[in-house]
């Protein structure tokens, strides 16, 4: 027998560690630090160096590897051949795609296309693709916005503009209003400042009807009717009014006091109250924290997406505006920070000649005429998912001569593309970045080589001008495009590429205090108060018990979810509101427009008229909020009234009942 001989192979591992910024639709745009072995990533972390990111990632972003390594990932160009998609050549995509734009913009004209682009990647180097529209067209595009239209809105009407102070402000603060946010989940790097204010001493209050991990946080939690915002703010206001707590000198810096105070007096404080389905107690106690401020309020987004959602946060507005809680170190209404302020876009002139309204995008694409809308092109966004009315959305994409989708993942979007372009991930992405969340600005960098077959929404759009006559106007490398977004403000005051490639910096044009002095950006320089009530929200009714909020959930961006949740969806309602239905078994969650076969799950603190399901699902595997909820607008800035849709929760031996 001859001697057994082990042989030792020696594998040698190479790690590298390299940095980026996260181009997610998030507050917090965070410092990425990932590791690579032999050139893949194995982990990814918080940048302890970047003074907001501190160090840690949230949930969706440290499960990241997933998407970034899913077999799912689109790797090729694919076309769409009978009921499938074949795999081609980036030049045949790019071949067809050209000849049948130019055919669909000489037969019918340059607005029968829509160009609709999304908050995928928030990189600005993208906006290259509404730049080729414009210059192709100008095309159809979009108009309103469903994330946060109503309340910017809002603060332009009421302060000129929207914009908000850095988060450290909040440690001058002794009193924080966060109305209708949840920080845990979709701004969980501002917890660092939360935390350190109330070690300091400030209050934290919770006015949400949902109850969420953030109400732990918080010394008190008011949980009033969905939408019921306005009202309870009336009261509000009818208590400052009759305690004398408004600011003596409001009227300096307010204009429309009177007529603003009789809004708050067309009602008693016990009917402003009712309204919001909270004790007077309420009104009261927030009356009390704005009086003793100074107090910021942080108004979420959440509330403008209703029937009422604009007029609701200029209610709160005028809170922070009459208590002088406004313009002052820790007293301040902040909504966002205006992302795009320092970067320079007037290459994009929004100049189309007809644009879609976004909440309404399937039923108009459907309705438009002369020219109807032929062909869509479809880039970091999933309407169908996304926006409200999941099924028209769908089939008005189902019915166009030509649909293109620039994405990751065979998306319910995707699924209705003629031709399908995979394009690089948050890890392969080589952009510039801002926040609306805090004022630091810089680059994302590739971490990681892409996939051979994929290419960036740049290169892919350069792609596109050289077969349609505009090569010359796209031309530029993703760092000429980035100089030249820097160029008019960023550049001279300091933060220039080669600054921001060595990591990011705070804005250097941006101002330490908002509305500094109470100084504001209206015409004439005052805040102005409103004086009529918005439409009301929604109300709960027999048939329908229950008010759907499809609010961020920890494990998903949107629709991208982290890993494949298990279907059916979760639905979580009180036990009282269950319909019987026992915790852990399954229902059916219907409304006007759709229904679904749902999870339910028990939750006592919630409200018995609130149904609370995850805001980004997949209409494929059943599991949408969108297909129950109906296309309409919010109030005012063409938001959507996603979270006012009545439904109601069956057994599921029940026979449907639309
Ligand atoms: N994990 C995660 N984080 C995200 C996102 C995500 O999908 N997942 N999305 C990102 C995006 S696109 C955005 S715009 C922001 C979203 O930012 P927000 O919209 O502020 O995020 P949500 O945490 O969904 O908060 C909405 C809150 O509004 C509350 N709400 C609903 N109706 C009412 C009401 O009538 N009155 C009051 N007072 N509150 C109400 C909900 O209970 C919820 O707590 O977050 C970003 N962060
Ligand atoms: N019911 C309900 N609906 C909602 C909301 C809600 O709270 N409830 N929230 C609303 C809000 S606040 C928002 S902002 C919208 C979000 O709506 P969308 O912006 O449509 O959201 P996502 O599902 O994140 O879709 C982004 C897509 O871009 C792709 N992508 C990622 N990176 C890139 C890239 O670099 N380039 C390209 N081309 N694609 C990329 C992703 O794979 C994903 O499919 O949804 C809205 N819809
Ligand atoms: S999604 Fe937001 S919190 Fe998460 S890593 Fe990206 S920027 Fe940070
Ligand atoms: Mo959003």
Known sequence: MGSARLFFVTIETTTTIRKTLCNRDCPDTCGIIATLENGRVTQLQGDKEHPVTRGFLCHRTNQFLNLQYSPDRILSPLIRRGSGFEPVSWAEAMDLIAERLLAIR???????????????????????????????????DKQGDICS?????????????????????????????????NIHVSWPHLLPELRAAKAAGTQLTLIDP????????????????????????????????????????????????DGFRALAESR??????????????????????????????LVGWGMGRKLNGGGSVRA?????????????????????????????????????????????????????????????????????????????????????????????????????????LPTTTLLEDDDLLGSYGHHYVGVSQPVVERPPNVRSDLEIIQMLAERTGLASELAGDVRTWKRRILAGKLAPAGATLERLEQGPMRNPLATTMVWKDRRFATPNGRAQLMREAPPPAARPTAEFPLLLLSVSSEKSQASQWSRTPEA?????????????????????????????????????????????VPKGGSLRRGMCANALIRARLSDQGMGAALYDELVRLVPLTAPPQN
């Open 106 to 140: 000489a037969e019918s004209g340059a607005a029968s296309i829509l160009h609709y682009r999304s908050a995928g990647g928030m990189g600005f180097v993208k906006h290259a693709t509404s730049y080729f529209f414009e210059l192709f067209g100008p095309v159809t």
């Open 149 to 181: 239209g109503a309340g910017e809105w809002a603060q332009i009407s009421d302060f000129g503009d929207y914009d908000a102070n850095d988060a450290s402000d909040l440690l001058h603060a002794k009193e924080i209003l966060i109305w209708g946010r």
């Open 210 to 257: 949902v109850h969420h991990r953030t109400a732990e946080l918080c010394q008190r939690h008011w949980q009033p009717r969905p939408g019921g915002d306005f009202a309870l703010a009336m009261g509000v206001a009818r208590v400052l009014f009759e305690r004398g707590w408004v600011h003596p000198d409001a009227g300096q810096w307010c204009d429309h006091l």
């Open 268 to 297: 008693s404080l016990a009917e402003w109250c009712g309204e919001a389905d909270l004790p007077v107690d309420a009104a009261e106690d927030l009356a009390q924290r704005l009086h003793q401020g100074p107090t910021t309020i």
């Open 316 to 420: 709160l507005d005028a809170l922070g505006a009459i208590t002088g809680n406004v313009g002052i170190p820790g007293g301040s209404v902040n909504f966002e920070i205006k992302r795009r302020r320092p970067f320079d876009l007037s290459f994009v002139r929004g100049n189309a000649p007809r644009r879609l309204t976004e909440p309404l995008l399937g039923q108009e694409i459907l309705a438009a005429k002369d020219p109807p809308i032929r062909a869509v092109w479809i880039t970091a966004g999933n309407p169908v998912a996304m926006l409200p009315d999941s099924r028209t959305t769908a089939h008005a994409l189902a019915t166009r001569d030509f649909v293109v989708v620039v994405d990751n993942f065979l998306t319910d979007t995707a699924e209705h593309a003629h031709v399908i």
């Open 568 to 612: 059916p969806l979760v639905v979580t309602v009180h036990p009282l509101a269950a319909c019987g239905i026992a915790d852990g078994a399954l229902g059916r969650l219907e409304s006007a427009i759709g229904s679904m076969t749902v999870r339910v799950r028990h939750d006592v603190q919630q409200r018995r008229d609130v149904a609370l």
